[in-house]
């Protein structure tokens, strides 16, 4: 899962959306520097990347990348399924997703003095390029692959691997589509304890 999945599967609680957020920003132990629901919100992050990584369907999808790609397929992946969520996002949510993306943005505002330098950073151009919005299109998503490659020490050109994810489209397809109920399931009960 990528970004617009993790907030997504963080619920309505706007600090464990921001969490869900920053757990792709945040690393190591969790010690109580930032409030307790953001907190939260990065731990469920981090417990639905092991859970979606365990998932037999998306191990198949992994082993469907292709050299020199393969070392980078869960990336990959998780960028295909947020363009899944976002394609079909009137399925999963009632709120068009401008709407959600948006409100989202505004929430990121009001907690931009938690937010590390690279989230900040992320908060002040997402809304102004609309962001987690433009996964809804599979064009965009050569580009997000990009960008994404050029935040590695030496850049990799993952949007090398985009025919891969284009010729794979169908099967991808399939297989969100299976796995995403089940991911909403955990991080429900996950959320719920």
Not at 11 to 27: I, N
Not at 62 to 86: K, M, N, S, T, W
Not at 99 to 107: E, G, L, R
């Amino acid at each position: 899962m990528n970004y617009l999945a993790h907030i997504y599967l963080s619920g309505d609680h706007p600090e464990v959306m921001v969490g869900g957020l920053l757990g792709d920003f945040v690393k190591g132990p969790l010690r109580g520097q930032l409030p307790r629901a953001i907190e939260e919100g990065i731990a469920l992050h981090r417990k639905i990347d092991v859970f979606t990584d365990s998932l037999p369907e998306v191990k198949q999808a992994l082993v469907r990348i292709e050299p020199p790609y393969r070392r980078f397929g869960g990336i990959l992946i998780d960028i295909c399924y947020d363009h899944f969520l976002a394609a079909n996002w009137s399925e999963f949510h009632p709120q068009p997703l401008e709407n959600y993306c948006q409100h989202f943005y505004q929430i990121l505002l009001e907690y931009e003095h938690h937010l590390p330098p690279a989230a900040k950073r992320f908060s002040a151009i997402a809304p102004k390029v609309r962001w987690l919005e433009s996964y809804a299109q599979m064009e965009n998503i050569e580009y997000i692959l990009e960008r994404v490659g050029q935040r590695f020490r030496t850049t990799v050109p993952l949007n090398e691997a985009f025919p891969q994810l284009v010729r794979d489209y169908p099967l991808l397809s399939q297989e969100f589509s299976q796995v995403f109920p089940k991911i909403i399931a955990f991080a429900e009960d996950q959320r719920s304890r």
